[in-house]
């Protein structure tokens, strides 16, 4: 029985992975969940309807999920189907939570519809356009154009905070990972949108990036709100939870670089990452990551310097080389990084990209994952190798770590 006692839970192995640690071995993940058309073809080349059918799209989960209002903005169930899809392919149990600020869920419906064009409401509260006879729908209006459309939409959120955030709402949503998590048997990665993300959600980029400049006051206001909102509601979940992982959302590079100055980071985001990042580790949170696409390497010690651990996925395709990045920041850690075209090019092109990123792997302070969503291009049997590929490899997560 020793041996049993001896071994790592999954919760254990990923920490020590991303703690610079030497683990019995490393943790296998994929960084988000799978890409709808690419499960899908994966079903048609033998992965069980079932196991796919239930690993949801999140967003897609609380369209079609008008039943289950706790979902709708402290989504937990929709994760159960993911973690048994990654576990049915070979990975390593990751339970995946979301929370959603109080303004960022609308329902779905149709505003205008003439014979050329339907203006319909998304998701997230922007007004959509769509041509007859067109697929495309084109922003017509964004969520908030000023203050006072800010000051309407905060007053809904408070509405919508009484009505579904309640510590009970938290507790009955979230508490039965608990047990299980508490045990180890997985690991707890918590989304949220970032102070970024957020405000060009709601104005649409262009006005977003104006705003810095135009109307700064607006930013910090809508950056407060959020920031009032994760102290009061989020650490609730903390406490409960402790997650191991807390990825905030902030897409704010392209290929070609940031879209935003340094400067302006620090004042409008950084500023607010330094105020809840530190909240988020007393709280017992151990990671704290930014989800961010494009080049964003200029970024770096910015975000540093705001309190962030580490980065996903690290597009490798925008630019991103986490060998080079390493070098770098040598205490930086990181998920993904994996060229995901490789995936689907097959063997000798997954090893390859194997032998590329060994020396981040072997100096720990990292978990391999591809660097976005697995594209439908990819086929079940080069997909099934990658993983194969990967439990191998991660034998020598951290080998190098002094």
């Known amino acids: 029985y020793m041996e049993k006692e001896d071994m790592m839970t999954n919760r254990e192995r990923e920490n020590l992975t991303l703690d610079f640690g030497k683990p019995d071995r490393g943790a296998v993940e994929e960084t988000f969940y799978p890409w709808v058309l690419t499960k899908n073809r994966f079903v048609e080349e ?8 239930n690993a949801k799209d999140i967003t897609n989960d609380i369209v079609g999920n008008k039943a289950n209002q706790t979902e709708k903005y402290l989504p937990v169930a929709w994760g159960q189907g993911v973690m048994e899809y990654e576990q049915y392919l070979g990975f390593d149990p990751v339970r995946r939570i979301h929370f959603v600020l109080p303004f960022r869920r609308f329902e779905e419906k149709i505003l205008e519809d003439t014979e050329t064009y339907l203006i319909k409401q ?4 922007r007004q959509m356009m769509q041509k007859k006879g067109s697929e495309i729908e084109t922003e ?3 969520v908030i154009q000023d203050e006072a459309g800010w000051e309407r939409l905060k007053a809904h959120a408070d509405r919508e905070l009484e009505t579904y955030f309640s510590d009970e709402a938290i507790e009955s949503a979230y508490g039965p990972l608990k047990e299980g998590h508490d045990r180890g048997d997985y690991s707890i990665r918590l989304n949220l949108e970032g102070f970024f993300w957020v405000p060009r959600e709601l104005m649409g980029i262009e006005a977003h990036l104006y705003a810095f400049y135009d109307e700064p006051e607006l930013i910090h206001d809508i950056n407060e709100y959020i920031l009032q909102v994760y102290t009061t509601k989020v650490m609730k979940i903390v406490d409960l939870l402790q997650p191991d992982v807390v990825y905030l959302m902030e897409d704010l590079s392209g290929k ?3 879209m935003i100055s340094g400067e302006n980071f620090d004042e409008f985001v950084g500023a607010y990452y330094k105020r809840l990042i530190p909240m988020l580790k007393e709280h017992g949170v151990n990671n704290v990551f930014v989800d961010t696409d494009g080049d964003f390497t200029i970024m770096i010690p910015h975000f540093l310097n705001a309190g962030v651990d580490g980065f996903l996925p690290m597009d490798v395709n925008a630019g991103m080389d986490i060998v080079k990045v390493r070098e770098q920041f040598p205490g930086l850690k990181f998920i993904g990084g994996f060229n995901k075209l490789m995936i689907a090019e097959g063997k000798e092109a997954i090893d390859r990209e194997f032998d590329r990123i060994l020396p981040v792997i072997r100096g720990g302070g990292y978990i391999v994952g591809s660097d976005h969503q697995v594209a439908p291009s990819t086929s079940l049997e080069n997909y099934q190798y990658y993983i194969q590929k990967l439990k191998a490899v991660m034998e020598q997560a951290g080998s190098d770590v002094r």
């Open 140 to 142: 017509y209006k964004s």
């Open 46 to 53: 033998g992965l069980p309807s079932d196991i796919a059918r």
């Open 256 to 258: 070609n670089g940031p």
């Open 122 to 125: 998304d998701i997230y509260g």
